[in-house]
């Protein structure tokens, strides 16, 4: 009658790790399927932020690149969000503003046109645009790039 009565314990407690491992599992991917949905989600929300910033390049040349992720306002211009980094980043710039062109940048962090026959440029979206960085308004998703090289024109 004992080994009956163990047999019948022994059988229960093996039901019962069964139930426990097999409810553990199953606990288990839930979990893994809902941390999916949330990476998931977060990694579309990241995207969304990402797609809405402007990346903004400063190419030195010499392998110094410096790069900025900005969210522009509505009229922001290739100009304005320089202006804006050169006093959030504390380096200086230059330029002229001729009325019927637009403004002209001379330097950036103390990189003047004309040294080491390099001057500075500015592309967009790996274009260069034919009007004055003030009149370049940049769209969420632009990448702004300032070169300071040799003139290919």
């Known amino acids: ?4 009565k163990i047999s019948l314990v022994v059988g ?8 426990l491992f097999l409810s553990t599992r199953y606990l288990l991917r839930q979990e893994i399927e809902e941390s999916s949905k949330i990476q998931g989600e977060s990694e579309q929300a990241l995207q969304e932020i990402v797609e809405k910033r402007v990346l903004y390049i400063i190419n030195k040349g ?6 900025y992720q900005i969210t522009p306002v509505s009229d922001s211009t290739v100009f304005s969000l320089l202006e804006d980094l050169s006093q959030k980043k504390n380096f200086g710039i230059s330029y002229r503003i001729y009325p019927e062109m637009g403004v002209f940048v001379e330097s950036i962090d103390d990189l ?11 592309w967009v979206n790996n ?8 009149n370049f ?9 300032w070169r300071f090289e040799v003139s290919k024109f």
């Open 1 to 4: 009658m004992n080994w009956r």
């Open 12 to 19: 229960f407690v093996a039901f019962l790790l069964a139930l």
């Open 62 to 67: 010499k392998d110094e690149i410096l790069q």
């Open 112 to 122: 003047e046109n004309g040294t080491d026959g390099k001057y500075w440029q500015y």
């Open 127 to 134: 274009e260069l645009p034919m009007v004055a960085a003030n």
């Open 137 to 145: 308004q940049v769209q969420e998703g632009d990448v702004v790039e």
